[in-house]
């Protein structure tokens, strides 16, 4: 692990062919994210009807920005936020099989980088994906996998926290408590309204 870079790509932001959209309804996974690896996710349905580029990437970690229009009264959504804004996170996601644990059907895990207070099953979630950390790996012990997933996340922050990487002023974004950030990166369509 300690051979891998800390940051992906260049400090003048996203090459092609990022960013990439998907989006979606968070639906529920194996249950393995929070209960076996303490990395909680929420996934998406891998549908190449909706997201037409998902089956000629390849499969591994992505990262970037996710947003969430979590409904009124959830309590991450702050009181003072507009009800019809979706707020806008870091993320880690896989796309692929997960090796490890012997999955036949692709799939697209989101680890959100914020300690959600609880879960948020049927909230439309979009992604922007910025970049590809490393592809998919077959792992001989679990504490291997999680190691890797934990430096995944370092390298996501770190690459994130560059002037071309983060959202323009204006957008609140949550990690550990909301904050303003003063980037380039244009995140309307995080920010747009989303479909009921």
Known sequence: MSSRPSIVGPDSGPEQPFPLKME???????????????????????????????????????????????????????AHHAADVPLVFPMVMSIGYNPYYKNTVRSAEVHIMHKFAEDFYGTHMRLLLLGF???????????????????????????????????????????KEEEEVDGSLDVKWLTSAVPN
């Open 133 to 175: 950390i490393r592809p998919e790996l077959d792992y001989t012990t679990m504490d291997a996998l999680i190691a890797d997933i934990k430096f995944d996340c370092v390298v996501a922050m770190n690459s994130l926290r560059r002037a071309a990487w983060a959202p323009k002023k204006g957008v609140v974004v949550v990690v």
């Open 24 to 78: 979606g309804k968070v639906i529920s996974g194996f249950g393995r994210g929070s209960k076996q690896l303490g990395i909680p996710t929420a996934n998406l349905p891998v549908d190449s009807a909706l997201t037409p580029w998902i089956e000629e990437k390849t499969s591994g970690v992505y990262f970037g920005w996710a947003s969430l229009l979590l409904p009124a009264g959830h309590p991450d959504r702050p």
